[in-house]
């Protein structure tokens, strides 16, 4: 620490930065709750107000390499307080939404902010903590996102039963109203360096990229997977990907840097990552339909048994990101994902009666797994580049957790249909109506993809470079050893 240097300041940019955190993983619980709602208000479908949710998601997947780029050519403080004005912003247009449509637009504003503020959550605390504090700050975070995902449903479900679910949109107000100020008046300017542009053609690319690919996989099941429409959107995905990994091997300053792949440190936290969450997300999807579909329990008791594996990652993770400070991230995170795939692994076996306990218990081993992997994790890719290519790291950590999240329930959904309408034959109309035996041979066909996939992630973790003898850290965060 800088003599002169308020010892403080590093809590209060937690302080700052962890509104944002939790004012954009709060509104994700919310309006999961208020969706049904909404719906009903607005006399649609289901088809069209998922993309109330999809529309936002495809925003934040789009645009977070994107926003981490921008905030290392203009600074971070800036981009990030912007979103955060945005993000609040939107969130009054979608409570004034007149319509179904005006909804959706609103949503996809609140993406743009998200995108700005996620992309730049973890870069900012990185910067203001000292390196050997990093696992400590980025678990800390981590908790945050817990809290955050934690509280949403319930505090959703209570304002949209007792005011309305407008009111859900509204609660985000005073968050950026005292929070915004605060964070323009505290943060530093980060460094930037001169002479950047905007990689216009590869952002653009990318996240038609995205959008081909979630809208192909979503609207598949609708269309018809062999039909012209579905064909043609997926193919353009992969037309489109390949377009823009071209463009980022020949623009001079591109939105990613393929060369960070060449650091196999990069390369290995980045993948394990991406498989992690791949693997984690068709829990979320999954549970609340095995809770009140199969066992028959109220909404209100499938929620709290979801509060199982957030409220574990709160407890855990700050310890986690601690000890993976004084032991080195690669044992730790793999441990994780071990622990990670067990819990998988066991909810190919749930019960298909009167589980609830012991289903809540396997929602905690999965939890566990997942705090002890992601601090260690997300220190290991921070710690893996220069302090100036912090916010580009950012955006593509959360990039990786937002794409694996919405690829993971995009194909969990279509599987655990496939398997449930097979097994189900001409017993129902669609999955939500098929007997119990049938949706437990989806839960179990989803999971065990699940479990496969942490396992290959764990293998992944073990392949990443150990720190060499006598290393410790420069300044700028990244390992050098005494020989150098």
Excluded at 195 to 206: C, E, I, K, P, T
Excluded at 230 to 249: K, P, R, Y
Excluded at 297 to 311: E, M
Aim: net charge positive.
């Amino acid at each position: 620490m800088l003599a002169g240097e308020d010892p403080r300041y590093k809590w209060k940019v937690l302080g700052v930065v962890g509104s944002g955190v939790y004012m954009v993983t709060l509104d994700s619980g919310i309006v999961n709750v208020a969706l049904p709602i909404l719906t009903r208000d607005f006399a649609t479908s289901l088809v069209v107000s998922q993309w109330v949710i999809l529309g936002y998601v495809l925003c934040i997947t789009g645009l977070l390499l994107p926003a981490g780029r921008l905030a290392d050519m203009v600074g971070r403080r800036g981009v990030f307080l912007s979103g955060f004005v945005l993000f609040a912003g939107a969130s009054a247009l979608c409570g004034l939404a007149p319509g179904i449509g005006w909804l959706i637009a609103a949503r996809v504003l609140q993406g743009v902010g998200g995108a700005l503020v996620q992309a730049n959550t973890a870069a900012l605390l990185t910067q203001a903590f000292p390196a050997s504090e990093r696992g400590r700050a980025l678990g800390l975070n981590s908790s945050i996102v817990s809290v955050g995902l934690l509280s949403g449903p319930v505090i959703g479900g209570a304002i949209t039963q007792y005011l309305g679910w407008r009111w859900a949109f509204y609660v985000n107000l005073p968050i950026s109203l005292v929070a915004a100020p605060v964070g323009w008046r505290l943060l530093r300017p980060s460094p930037v360096v001169p002479g950047q542009r905007f990689d216009l053609v590869g952002s653009a690319l990318f996240l038609l990229a995205a959008v081909a690919l979630l809208l192909g996989l979503n609207q598949g099941e609708v269309w018809g997977w062999l039909s012209p429409l579905t064909i043609g959107v997926l193919a353009a995905a992969v037309l489109l990907a390949a377009a823009f990994l071209w463009v980022e091997q020949h623009v001079a300053q591109p939105t990613i840097e393929l060369s960070l792949f060449r650091n196999h440190g990069f390369s290995v936290a980045a993948a394990t990552a991406f498989l992690s969450f791949l693997a984690l997300s068709p829990v979320t999807l999954l549970m609340p339909f095995y809770f009140e579909l199969v066992l028959g329990l109220p909404a209100d008791q499938a929620g709290l048994l979801l509060v199982a594996i957030p409220a574990t990652v709160a407890c855990i993770a700050p310890f986690s990101g601690a000890l993976s400070d004084h032991l080195g991230p690669r044992l730790i995170a793999a441990a994780g994902l071990l622990v990670e795939t067990l819990g998988l692994a066991l909810l190919i076996f749930l019960p298909p009666a009167g589980g609830a306990l012991a289903a809540a218990v396997r929602l905690v081993i999965v939890g566990a797994g997942q705090a002890l992997f992601q601090s260690p994790n997300s220190s290991a890719l921070f710690g893996s580049v220069p302090r100036s290519r912090l916010g580009l790291v950012g955006g593509f950590q959360a990039l990786t957790r937002n794409l694996g999240q919405s690829l993971g329930q995009v194909l969990a959904g279509t599987l655990w249909t496939s398997v449930v309408m097979a097994a189900a034959g001409s017993a129902a109309r669609v999955a939500v109506e098929a007997p119990a035996a049938a949706m437990m041979a989806g839960f179990r066909a989803v999971f065990t993809v699940s479990a496969a996939l942490a396992a290959v992630a764990m293998l992944v973790s073990l392949g990443r470079p150990p720190a060499p003898a006598g290393a410790h850290r420069r300044a700028d965060g990244t390992l050098t050893t005494a020989a150098e």
